[in-house]
């Protein structure tokens, strides 16, 4: 699913987590492990207006798992609850209901001390598109909503999703745009393949991803294509192209006159990392 996000589509957005907000007790964000701030939406604070969240930072079976510890630790330093998660595996998934509760805890032990049994805790899940969010629902509901559907609405075609006995789901996600001011977001994003390669050069994609692998994960990029030099200075765009040289040599992308055909060896490269063929890596680090 690919979205344009112009003005008026985002202020659609807002507007409607803004409605499913008063449905709701707790918002779980979605953030993408590899790139835990470039996939967030800029606005998300003013946004979810001061709602218990839980920060899940999804597909952390892609991500560098020394990175994703340092990512945790930093968004508990900033007052936050947040956990990682494998929504395709399931890996992680348990947790989030408990802790969705824990997040209630206080209002919780109130109604409980003044003798009101308190009802199952209702969320909310957001996120930029392809970080995860159905697939998310799809597990914490232990089945395809997409194929059932049948269940009694509540409000304008939304549904709750029992999980477990403390946790209910609003059935829709809320869909954030991402940032798009900060060039280097967009070519994050670009990488794991989270917006579409046309708004971006496929060679520019290619060249901030292998100037980044160059410098935190030459190994299994060296190692997949046979690579022998590592650039030395990587502001040196002479260096990271050779690298980019190098692998459309070794994938056959030549064109007439023994020239490396760059745009098609961007491409393999790209397909690759995204398939995760070059190991677990993370583009951005809180420290
Ligand atoms: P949504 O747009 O936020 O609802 O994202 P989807 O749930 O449609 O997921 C986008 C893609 O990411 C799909 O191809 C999923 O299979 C994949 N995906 C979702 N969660 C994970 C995860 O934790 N790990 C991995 N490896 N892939 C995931």
Redesign the pocket.
């Known amino acids: 699913?690919t979205i344009q996000w112009f003005p008026g589509h985002m202020t659609k957005a807002r507007r409607q987590i803004e409605e499913k907000l008063k449905l709701i007790d707790v918002v779980i964000e979605?953030v993408d492990a590899r790139l835990p701030l470039s996939s967030r939406n800029p606005m998300i604070d003013e946004i979810l207006q001061g709602k218990p969240r839980l920060i899940v930072l999804?597909?952390?079976?892609?991500a560098d798992p020394a990175v994703t510890k340092q990512w945790i630790e930093y968004f508990k330093q900033e007052g936050f609850m947040a956990v990682q998660?494998?929504?395709?595996s399931g890996q992680g998934i348990k947790e989030i209901p408990l802790l969705a509760k824990e997040l209630m805890r206080e209002k919780i032990e109130k109604q409980l001390a003044k003798g009101v049994n308190p009802r199952a805790v209702r969320a909310l899940i957001v996120?930029i598109?392809?970080?995860?969010?159905?697939?998310?629902i799809n597990r914490l509901a232990g089945r395809n909503i997409a194929a059932t559907g049948d269940r009694p609405g509540v409000t304008k075609g939304q549904q709750w999703i029992k999980v477990g006995t403390d946790m209910e789901l609003l059935d829709t996600?809320g869909i954030l745009w991402p940032k798009f001011e900060d060039q280097n977001v967009g070519y994050r994003l670009a990488l794991t393949g989270a917006i579409r390669e046309e708004i971006l050069n496929v060679e520019d994609i290619a060249f901030f991803g292998v100037k980044y692998l160059a410098k935190y994960y030459w190994e299994p990029l060296k190692e997949r294509f046979d690579l022998k030099d590592r650039p030395q200075d990587f502001e040196n765009p002479d260096e990271i192209v050779a690298v980019m040289e190098a692998v459309g040599r070794k994938r056959g992308c030549i064109v007439s006159g023994g020239r490396v055909d760059l745009e098609k060896a961007s491409g393999i490269l790209l397909r690759e990392l995204r398939s995760g063929k070059l190991g677990r890596y993370t583009l951005e680090a809180p420290y």
Do not use: C, E, R
């Not at 999804?58 to 892609?62: F, P, Q």
């Not at 998660?85 to 395709?88: E, L, R």
């Not at 598109?129 to 998310?136: D, H, R």
């Open positions: 699913m979605l999804n597909k952390a079976d892609l998660a494998d929504a395709s996120g598109p392809n970080v995860g969010k159905s697939t998310l996600p």
